[in-house]
C-alpha cells in the first residue's frame, strides 16, 4: 500500500526538484546525482554511455548517433550492436573510454566509479552520473540528459507521456484484493525482490502486491521459511529460461505456489531496468495477472 | 561419562533449538503440534519439510567438517590444518561459480559442479603429493594443496572478473556458505555418502594417535603409515567434498572444533574424533538458528556467524587451558 500512494507523488516531486535546481542554477549548469555540477560549453558530439539504461535513454531522446561508445552489456536498441564497447561500466577502462575520443561520459551513479570521474575530470572531460533503478530515478535521468544533449523537447515530451500513462495504470487498478506476488531473483541462498526494485515497481502499478512490500530495499537474502509464511499468490520470474529449474527441489516445493505451478514468466530487458518500454511491461503483467485471475 | 551426557544432552538441545526457532513466528506448542502433523498446512511444512531437515543437515555437515579438520590436523601435523586447507574449496568453488556463472541447467547443477570441482582438486593434489611413487608426503600434500587452491582461485577471480554483477554476487553469497538447500533428499543423501569416510576415519583412531607422534616413531610402533596417510587424506576429502556441495564452504568449525575438544577433553582420537562430531554439530546447528533469526527476515550467511560465536568461546577456552 506504502509504495502504491508514494509512486505518482515521488516522481511528480522529483520532477519538480530536478526542473527547479536547474532554474535556480541558470542554463548550462545543472546538478547530477551525485552532487556534482555538470556545464557543458556546448551540446556533446561523442558520448561514451556507461550503463545499458542510460544508452537506451539517448537512443530514445534522440540522442543515439551521437553515443561512441557503451558497455559490453548495452543490449537494446538493436542499433547498439554498431557501436565500439568501452567494457565494463562500473569501474570503467578510462583508457579505453579515451579511445573514443568523448566530450561527455554518462555514468551510473557509484562510489566505485569515483576514480574513472576524477581522472576524466582532470583530462577535461565532462562527465555526468545518474541513477537509474526505479521510474523516479529514470525521469531525472531523462530530464537531466535531455536538457544537456539539446533535445529536450523530445525528453519533455516523453517524460510527459510516460508520466501520463504511469497515473493511469494507477487510476485503473483494480480495487479488489489485490494478488500478492512473489519475485525470486535467485535460489540458493534465495533472493527476492523488495519494494524498492523496478521490478516491484511494475507488479504494483500493474495490480499486484509483492509479497515483500514491507522491505525497502530492491532485494534481500532471505529463508525459504520465509517465503512460505508470506504465502504469495503467483511466482514472478523474469528470466530468458522460462520456469527455472529450483522449481523442482524438494525444499522450494515446500512453497505452495511453487509447489502448485502458479508461475508467470515474463522476459524481456524492459522487466530488468526503466524506460520508455516501462508501459508495455506493465502492460503485460497486467494482461497475465487478468488472464490468472479469472482462471 | 558426565562430559559425553553434557555433550550429547547439548546435541539434543541444539537440534530442539534449531527447530523452535526461525523466522516464522511460530510458538513452542505450534512447533510441537506440527511436528506431530497437527496445525494448518504452512506450520507443518515449516516445521517438518524445512526446519527439521535443514537443522539435521547443519548438525551432519558440522559434524562431519570437525571430524575432516581434526584427521586433517593429525595427517599434516599442522594445527592450522582446516577441511579446506588442501585445495578443496578452491576446486569446489571453482566448479560452483562456473555453473552459476555459466548458467548450467538443471536443478542440482550448483551442488554437482562444487563436487565435481572439488574431486578435480583432490585428485590433483593427491597425484602431486605422491612423490617417488607411493610415498604420501605431508608437507609435499600442503604444499600442493596451497598451490592448486590458489590456482583454482585465481581461474575463479577470472570468471567473476568478466561476469555480470548479479551473477557474482550470487556466486559469492553460494561460497559463504549456507543450508538453504536444506531437505529430506539433501539430508539423505549426505548423510549415506557421509556415514562411510566417517567409519574409515574413526577406525583409524588408534594409528592417528600413533601418528601424532610423528611418522617414524608411528611406523616403529607398528602402524603402517603410508597406508594410513592416503585413506586418510581420500577419507576427509571425499567427506569434505560433500559437505561443501550441500552447504557451500563453512569456515572454522573444522578448524577449531577440534582444538577445543583437545583442550576439553585430551588428544586421544577415540573420543576425540566422536566429542569433535558431537560439538561441530551443536555449533553449526546454533550457528545456523541465529543466521536465519537474527536479522529476520534477512538471513545472515552462516559462515559468518560460526566464526562470530566460535572466536569467543575459543579464546575463553585457551584462557582457561593456559592459566
Not at chain 2, 193 to 207: C, E, K, S, T
Amino acid at each position: 500500500m506504502l509504495l502504491r500512494n508514494l509512486t505518482i507523488p515521488a516522481v511528480m516531486a522529483t520532477v519538480l526538484l530536478a526542473c527547479e535546481s536547474r532554474e535556480q542554477q541558470g542554463e548550462g549548469s545543472l546538478v547530477d546525482d551525485t552532487g556534482h555540477h555538470v556545464s557543458l560549453a556546448r551540446p556533446p558530439t561523442r558520448i561514451v554511455s556507461l550503463a545499458p539504461g542510460h544508452t537506451e535513454l539517448l537512443f530514445a531522446i534522440g540522442a543515439g548517433d551521437r553515443v561512441v561508445g557503451r558497455t559490453r552489456w548495452c543490449d537494446y536498441p538493436p542499433a547498439v550492436d554498431a557501436i565500439p564497447s568501452v567494457g565494463d561500466g562500473l569501474n570503467p577502462n578510462v583508457e579505453s573510454i579515451l579511445a573514443r575520443n568523448p566530450d561527455l561520459v554518462v555514468f551510473y551513479a557509484s562510489p566505485s566509479n569515483e576514480p574513472a570521474i576524477a581522472r576524466l575530470e582532470q583530462l577535461g572531460i565532462a562527465t555526468v552520473s545518474m541513477l537509474t533503478d526505479d521510474l523516479a530515478d529514470f525521469i531525472r535521468a531523462a530530464d537531466l540528459l535531455g536538457t544537456l544533449t539539446s533535445e529536450k523537447d523530445r525528453s519533455d515530451s516523453l517524460i510527459g507521456w510516460l508520466q501520463h500513462e504511469v497515473s493511469t495504470f494507477e487510476a485503473t487498478r483494480s480495487t479488489e484484493t489485490l494478488p500478492t506476488v512473489l519475485m525470486v531473483a535467485w535460489d540458493n541462498p534465495p533472493i527476492v525482490i523488495g519494494s524498492t526494485s523496478f521490478l516491484s515497481q511494475i507488479v504494483e502499478l500493474a495490480g499486484a502486491r509483492n509479497a515483500f512490500a514491507d522491505v525497502d530495499r530492491p532485494s534481500l537474502t532471505v529463508s525459504i521459511e520465509t517465503i512460505v509464511e508470506r504465502d504469495a499468490d503467483l511466482v514472478l520470474i523474469a528470466s530468458d529460461s522460462g520456469i527455472p529449474a529450483w522449481a523442482e527441489r524438494p525444499e522450494w516445493r515446500v512453497v505452495p505456489a511453487v509447489r502448485d505451478r502458479r508461475f508467470v514468466v515474463v522476459t524481456g530487458t524492459e522487466f530488468s531496468r526503466p524506460s520508455f518500454r516501462a508501459p508495455d511491461a506493465i502492460r503485460r503483467v497486467r494482461t497475465v495477472l487478468q488472464e490468472w485471475q479469472q482462471r | 561419562m558426565t562430559r559425553w551426557i553434557g555433550l550429547v544432552a547439548a546435541a539434543i538441545a541444539a537440534l530442539l533449538i534449531g527447530v523452535a526457532v526461525g523466522p516464522a513466528d511460530l510458538t513452542l506448542g505450534a512447533v510441537g503440534d506440527a511436528l506431530l502433523g497437527r496445525g494448518n498446512d504452512a506450520t507443518v511444512a515449516i516445521v517438518r519439510d524445512l526446519r527439521l531437515p535443514r537443522a539435521l543437515l547443519a548438525f551432519v555437515v558440522g559434524g562431519s567438517l570437525a571430524v575432516t579438520g581434526a584427521a586433517l590436523q593429525a595427517l599434516v601435523r599442522n594445527p592450522l590444518a582446516d577441511p579446506y586447507l588442501l585445495g578443496l574449496s578452491g576446486g569446489a568453488g571453482l566448479g560452483a561459480v562456473a555453473a552459476i556463472v555459466f548458467k548450467v541447467g538443471g536443478m542440482w547443477a550448483v551442488p554437482l559442479a562444487a563436487l565435481g570441482g572439488a574431486l578435480l582438486a583432490i585428485a590433483l593434489v593427491y597425484r602431486l603429493a605422491l612423490v617417488s611413487g607411493a610415498v604420501l608426503d605431508a608437507r609435499v600434500l600442503l604444499l600442493s594443496g596451497v598451490v592448486v587452491g590458489a590456482f583454482a582461485a585465481s581461474l575463479m577471480g577470472a570468471i567473476m572478473a568478466i561476469s555480470p554483477a548479479p551473477e557474482v554476487r550470487n556466486a559469492l553469497l553460494w561460497l559463504l556458505g549456507g543450508f538453504d538447500a536444506a531437505s529430506w533428499s539433501a539430508l539423505g543423501v549426505f548423510s549415506v555418502y557421509a556415514a562411510v569416510p566417517l567409519v574409515v576415519i574413526y577406525r583409524q583412531n588408534r594409528p592417528l594417535d600413533l601418528l601424532s607422534l610423528g611418522e617414524e616413531p608411528a611406523a616403529f610402533l607398528g602402524a603402517d603409515v603410508e597406508r594410513l596417510k592416503r585413506v586418510l587424506y581420500v577419507a576427509a576429502s571425499l567427506l569434505t567434498a560433500a559437505a561443501v556441495s550441500v552447504s557451500g564452504i563453512i569456515g572454522f568449525v573444522g578448524l577449531v572444533v577440534p582444538h577445543a575438544i583437545r583442550l576439553l577433553w585430551g588428544h586421544l582420537h577415540r573420543s576425540l574424533l566422536p566429542a569433535a562430531f558431537l560439538l561441530g554439530g551443536v555449533l553449526l546447528v546454533v550457528a545456523d538458528a541465529i543466521a536465519r533469526t537474527a536479522f529476520a527476515p534477512l538471513s545472515l550467511p552462516v559462515g559468518v556467524v560460526t566464526a562470530l560465536i566460535g572466536v569467543p568461546v575459543f579464546v575463553l577456552l585457551v584462557r582457561r587451558w593456559a592459566k
